[in-house]
């Protein structure tokens, strides 16, 4: 397995392109035989920053309130408070022309590639679709060549052996990157990333996660990437952010995050993640509480991964 590159932080004084500001979702909870109609407090009051080249993860439980906050910053939800910015505008996200100049900025990719990719159409139409919105190609040559490129920057050529398909010809994996390319289709500025390789094959993840950090250095872009598995967010982002009951309890570098968890939730998220070294020492008859193992970092009987950039076990090999 070759070793990852270090994922790439937004550069120092990298302009902000992404913000939320004490962002509030709330949902009328459905009431019962006697009972009133509650309130479900989904996103409670986050806050956040994301720069350009920047990989900021989100981690969390199902439920945190992470693809809430997702759907809200991709306009997909309206916010109950606070406001998005986008390089330091706020944004109205409704309908219209407004609403597509900010899709143009802002895209998401979604969990499951095979329900975000409309098993009826080949790769072409859900590529060329978003080419002619947002890059207008005045000709089929110009078509082409940019459903070429597309493909290319995702790692899946020649294009003509995948223009042709549908999506149920295709591997996870090539899904997903199909996604990915329809997503850069836009030219964004921001990659809103949900459980990108949640669903695909443990051999595959890393090559999709390698993908996206490749697209942040070589575009610019600010990925939020969202995920329960904080073993592959301490790999791939420079900051983590973890989500807990809809409010943000603990933020900053993801070696600090990881290596010196404060809050109690931060350290059950690490203490649940796959880990040999703890499960070695454990079938050793030694105790994986308070001791420091292998390359790693004790945290009140967590051990970290070992030593970044090597990745962590729970993603596998590049394929």
Request: net charge positive; charged share 15%.
């Amino acid at each position: 397995m070759t070793a990852p590159a270090a994922p790439p932080p937004g550069a120092p004084g990298a302009p902000v392109v992404l913000a939320a500001d004490g962002l509030v979702k709330d949902f009328r909870a459905p009431g019962g035989p006697g009972r009133r109609r509650g309130v479900l407090h989904a996103v409670r009051g986050v806050s956040l920053e994301l720069a350009a080249g920047e990989i900021v993860a989100l981690v969390g439980e199902s439920g945190s309130g992470k693809s809430t906050l997702a759907r809200l910053l991709s306009g997909l939800e309206r916010p109950t408070g606070g406001q998005i910015l986008l390089r330091g505008r706020p944004v109205q996200v409704a309908r219209g022309r407004d609403y597509r100049a900010y899709k143009r900025s802002v895209q998401m990719i979604f969990q499951d590639p095979f329900s975000s990719l409309n098993p009826a159409h080949t790769v072409r139409y859900h590529l060329s679709r978003p080419v002619s919105i947002h890059q207008a190609p005045g000709s089929r040559a110009a078509m082409d060549a940019a459903l070429a490129g597309l493909l290319q920057q995702v790692h899946l050529t020649p294009a003509a052996d995948f223009l042709a398909k549908y999506p149920h010809e295709l591997s996870g994996g090539q899904r997903q990157r199909v996604a990915i390319a329809r997503a850069l289709a836009a030219r964004p500025q921001v990659l809103l990333a949900d459980e990108p390789v949640s669903m695909l094959d443990v051999s595959l993840r890393l090559g999709v996660l390698n993908l996206l950090a490749e697209l942040c250095a070589a575009q610019r872009l600010g990925i939020l990437y969202i995920t329960h598995d904080i073993a592959s967010a301490r790999y791939f982002a420079g900051t983590i952010l973890v989500m807990q009951a809809g409010s943000v309890v603990e933020a900053g570098p993801a070696e600090q995050v990881t290596q010196s968890p404060a809050h109690p939730y931060t350290r059950q998220l690490i203490a649940s993640a796959p880990d040999p070294d703890r499960a070695l020492a454990g079938s050793d008859g030694g105790t994986s509480d308070g001791g420091t193992t292998a390359g790693g970092i004790s945290n009140g009987g967590t051990s970290v991964w070992g030593n970044r950039p090597s990745p962590p076990p729970a993603l596998g090999a590049t394929r």
